[in-house]
């Protein structure tokens, strides 16, 4: 990747006039938004708001899409995932999608990439195997479990740390809560507030408002699409009209 004239004072993320298409359905419909350096960014919204769809849009998985995104100062939209994955944007799928004949520390270096440095000549963080098993107690416990013998919330831990040893600036993290453990929760929590104290940017979708409200330092709310609401995670929290409107089933 070529040197780029990023301010530290823009955002990291700048998402403007996005729209996503499955076939013929219009899935996002002009979404905006950005996500600061060290910022968590949760997207909110009910299942088929297009949540996800934003983020496979952003990460270049999405065949029919249209708009700007902006990373680091660089236009990253239109894109091969990859090229976007090389220059620091990690992405995270609710499916998982870990290699299932693979070990635990195998599954870690096939996720691991050069140590970065950003804009500024400082040094990004970079994670070791050591790192993540303090961080996921779990996993350090079970390194040479091949990863289809796993429960599917340590299959999500181990799905997280692969792409952390891509060291990347910026995280897109999609439902890390749902469908797991308690435990499993309180260490993805864990897992984002670390990423934050290293300077990471995570863009978070999630349903479960309590998780959010536990991370999160500001929110959109999708709905059919659209961005309907844009606060700091404290504003949500203390708008029971919107959470009714837009979260509550």
């Known amino acids: 990747m070529s040197k780029v004239d990023f301010n530290p004072d823009e955002p990291l993320l700048t998402v403007s006039k996005l729209n996503a298409w499955y076939g013929a359905a219009h899935i996002l419909f002009d979404v905006d938004l950005n996500v600061r350096r060290g910022e968590v960014v949760a997207l909110m919204g009910r299942n088929g708001a297009g949540k996800s769809t934003t983020l496979k849009s952003i990460m270049g998985l999405i065949e029919k899409s249209k708009g700007d995104v902006h990373f680091m100062g660089s236009k990253i ?21 870990v290699f299932s004949d693979l070990t635990v520390t195998e599954n870690l270096e096939v996720g691991r ?4 440095t950003w804009p500024d ?8 195997p050591e790192d993540l098993y303090k961080l996921f107690p779990n996993l350090g416990g079970m390194q040479d479990r091949p990863g289809g013998q796993m429960s599917g919330g340590e299959q999500q831990m181990l799905t997280v740390a692969r792409t952390l040893m891509g060291n990347p600036y910026l995280v897109l993290l999609d439902e890390p809560s ?33 998780f959010a ?37």
Not at 113 to 116: F, I, L, S, T, V
Not at 121 to 128: I, M, N, Q, S
Not at 178 to 204: D, R
Request: hydrophobic content about 40%; some cysteine.
């Open 77 to 97: 939209s239109g894109r091969q995932s990859f090229e976007i994955a090389r220059r620091g944007v990690g992405f995270v799928p609710e499916d998982r999608r």
């Open 213 to 249: 409200e536990l991370v999160s330092d500001r929110v959109y709310v999708l709905e059919k699409g659209q961005i309907r609401y844009a606060a700091t995670m404290a504003e949500l929290a203390e708008n029971e009209e919107i959470r009714r409107s837009y979260l509550t089933v």
């Open 113 to 116: 990439q050069p140590a970065r």
């Open 121 to 128: 000549g400082k040094p990004a963080f970079r994670w070791t």
């Open 178 to 210: 749902e469908g797991v453990a308690p435990l499993i929760v309180e260490q993805m929590a864990n897992m984002i507030i670390a990423l934050k104290e290293h300077g990471v940017s995570v863009l978070l979708c999630e349903q479960n408002i309590h």
